[in-house]
């Protein structure tokens, strides 16, 4: 069995790559303290015609995977092939599900995808700290809800962004 302890990000190849390469640029600089084990770094889906060879590879991702984060764009929602077939593997899986809005809200929103709009999550924006605070909370968080018996949208609240540095 893999060992686990990689970040699978799922956005929209076409219109949020920008977002996906500034993470991955975060986590090389030595300014930054975001850091995570990238899922995608794994291997490459080298068939790109044939979807049932990239959902294998995808799978093999998956695999190594401990935590699920969703950019979440203008057209996420829309997006039905692969962006949609990745998050139900997420929550089949049950792994810790962290959506970024990049359009900046702290919130769900109505750009949400409709396959986690309901599902045990949390919501933050689009910025290296809070990606990161996320990324080191959420798990337990995720955990414990389930626990619980808890489900639904959950975010941080303004004192969590202000002991961040992140005050609006």
């Excluded at 990689?6 to 300014?31: P, Q, S, V």
């Excluded at 626990?147 to 540095?165: I, V």
Aim: aromatic share 14%; with cysteine.
């Amino acid at each position: 069995m893999a060992y686990r302890n990689k970040t699978y990000i799922c956005f929209d190849g076409d219109t949020d790559m920008k977002y996906y390469r500034l993470m991955t640029a975060w986590a090389e600089n030595e300014h930054f303290s975001f850091s995570f084990h990238n899922a995608h770094d794994l291997n490459t889906a080298r068939d790109s015609s044939q979807e049932e060879s990239i959902k294998k590879q995808l799978r093999g991702r998956f695999a190594n995977s401990k935590l699920f984060i969703v950019l979440i764009g203008e057209k996420t929602r829309f997006l039905t092939k692969f962006v949609k077939w990745e998050m139900e593997v997420a929550l089949r899986l049950d792994l810790p599900v962290i959506g970024v809005n990049l359009n900046g809200t702290r919130h769900r929103n109505d750009l949400c995808p409709p396959t986690i709009r309901d599902e045990l999550a949390v919501y933050v924006p689009f910025g290296a700290k809070i990606v990161e605070y996320a990324m080191s909370k959420w798990p337990d968080n995720h955990k414990s809800c389930r626990q619980k018996g808890e489900s639904g949208p959950f975010y941080y609240n303004d004192e969590t962004y202000a002991s961040l540095g992140l005050n609006n």
